[in-house]
């Protein structure tokens, strides 16, 4: 059975940072693509960052470049969200995501693999 279990979210005062991970089980995901996604109450799910297979290629929303940094671990089968500059705006359920593809894909629908999700909460 395939997991992805979230963690590292949490309460952090803005300009704060957080590290979150992703780790996978039930099979390896180093051939696939992997992202965060994060959605707010009411909103729809939105892509924050993604990375391809070999960790070479990533990419990020608008409102994260330059604060946050994908990295993975196939060795570990874990996938990291680096967020530094935290604003209260950043608050939200994060959720680590992996598709079928090799590269990262910003679609939610395209997204193959769901965690649980985890809690980041920036206060002001």
């Known amino acids: 059975q395939v997991q992805l279990v979230e963690s590292g979210g949490g309460l952090v005062q803005a300009g704060g940072s957080l590290r979150l991970s992703c780790a996978a089980s039930?099979?390896?995901?180093?051939?696939?693509?992997m992202g965060w996604f994060r959605q707010a109450p009411g909103k729809e799910r939105e892509f924050v960052a993604g990375?391809?297979?070999?960790?070479?290629?990533?990419g990020y929303a608008d409102p994260v470049k330059g604060r946050f940094t994908i990295t993975r671990d196939n060795a570990k089968n874990t996938v990291f969200l680096q967020m530094n500059s935290l604003k209260p705006e950043d608050t939200t359920v994060y959720y680590c995501?992996?598709?079928?593809?090799?590269?990262?894909?910003?679609?939610?629908?395209?997204?193959?693999?769901w965690g649980q999700g985890t809690q980041v909460t920036v206060s002001s």
């Open positions: 995501a992996v598709g079928l593809a090799n590269y990262y894909d910003t679609r939610v629908r395209n997204a193959y693999y």
């Open positions: 039930g099979r390896t995901f180093s051939s696939y693509g």
């Open positions: 990375i391809n297979w070999s960790g070479d290629s990533t």
